[in-house]
């Protein structure tokens, strides 16, 4: 079984930034790919960034530029780095894990009705970023 362990979440003023991290562990698995949903009151869960084992990165649109993923494969850690934060950011994040490079839509659905959606293996327990103005 994998554990993911996020940390970063906070809470800061409109324009600002935080890291997200997150750090797996448990069972053996090589190069899995990783990324963060979010979820916020009243809205679906959503995609907002993933990295493949290859490096190769997705952004849901309206981060794009803003925040950027990253990962230290040693570590198998995963960071999200948030930069010029808004209001319309606050949600909870979610660090997700998946062994098998799935693709887009299916196995990384863009959006779903709740965070932990019914895909992936593994998903975080969550952590909270609120972005006041």
Partial sequence: EVHLMESGGGSVQAGGSLTLSCTASGSTFDDPDMGWYRQAPGNECELVSRIGS???SYY?????GRFTISQDS???TVYLQMNSLRREDT????????????DYGVSWPYRST???ADALDAW???TLVTVST
Avoid at 60 to 64: D, I, R
Avoid at 91 to 102: E, H, P, S, T
């Fill in 124 to 126: 975080g327990q969550g």
């Fill in 60 to 64: 849901l649109p309206s981060v794009k």
């Fill in 114 to 116: 709740h965070c932990p």
């Fill in 91 to 102: 949600a909870v994040y979610f660090c997700v894990l998946d062994m098998a490079g799935g």
């Fill in 74 to 76: 040693a570590k198998n």
């Fill in 54 to 56: 290859d490096g190769i």
